[in-house]
């Protein structure tokens, strides 16, 4: 092995041997919501399908004055349809160091408004934002199609014709060589 590969397994291993870090501010590029709660800054994100008919959403939290990572937050999330006053559902939340994920059933065609309450070293916040439900997943159906609505012998039958003329081309060729020696 030479000093340039040895350096670079060297770097590699160091770099996989490191410990996950936070999610840094990265201005929330793709997120749903951008916008403050209390001290802190909230990106939220739009959820993709889970089983269960449900949507995994996620949070991203961070200090609002420096936009370094906010950690051990506590986070209660409640959601509701859009114009409803009592939230239907409050979701199971669980919190990776500032980053917060949670689920919904799929409210789709409709929205969740979702409020997002926050308490932690900075302080207090509150956030209320839309999340939008996503379309349920539906397979194209492919049909098989046969000339002028035919049954599919005559697919079969150009099958056979087209490998059958493949063949005497090739024994056409074999022959031929073979003549020419």
């Keep these: 092995m030479t000093s340039r590969a040895v350096i670079v397994a060297a770097i590699a291993g160091a770099a996989l041997s490191l410990p996950a870090v936070p999610a840094n501010a990265h201005n929330g590029t793709g997120a749903a919501f951008k916008g403050a709660a209390g001290a802190y800054t909230v990106y939220a ?96 159906v492919i049909q098989p199609t046969t000339p002028s609505g035919g049954s599919h012998n005559g697919l079969l039958v150009g099958a056979i014709a087209a490998a059958a003329g493949c063949a005497a081309v090739v024994g056409g060729l074999v022959w031929w060589r073979r003549r020419r020696r």
Aim: net charge negative; charged share 20%; aromatic share 10%.
């Design 45 to 140: 994100y739009d959820g993709y399908a889970i089983p269960g008919g449900r949507l995994a959403y996620r949070l991203v939290l961070l200090d609002r004055r420096y936009g370094d990572p906010a950690e051990d937050v506590t986070v209660a999330v409640a959601a509701h349809p859009p114009g409803a006053a009592a939230p239907l559902t409050t979701a199971n939340v669980e919190v990776t160091n500032n980053v917060v994920f949670y689920d919904l059933p799929n409210p789709y065609p409709h929205d969740w408004q979702v409020s997002v309450d926050l308490r932690g070293r900075l302080g207090r916040g509150h956030a209320t934002f839309a999340m939008h439900g996503q379309a349920p997943y539906e397979p194209a």
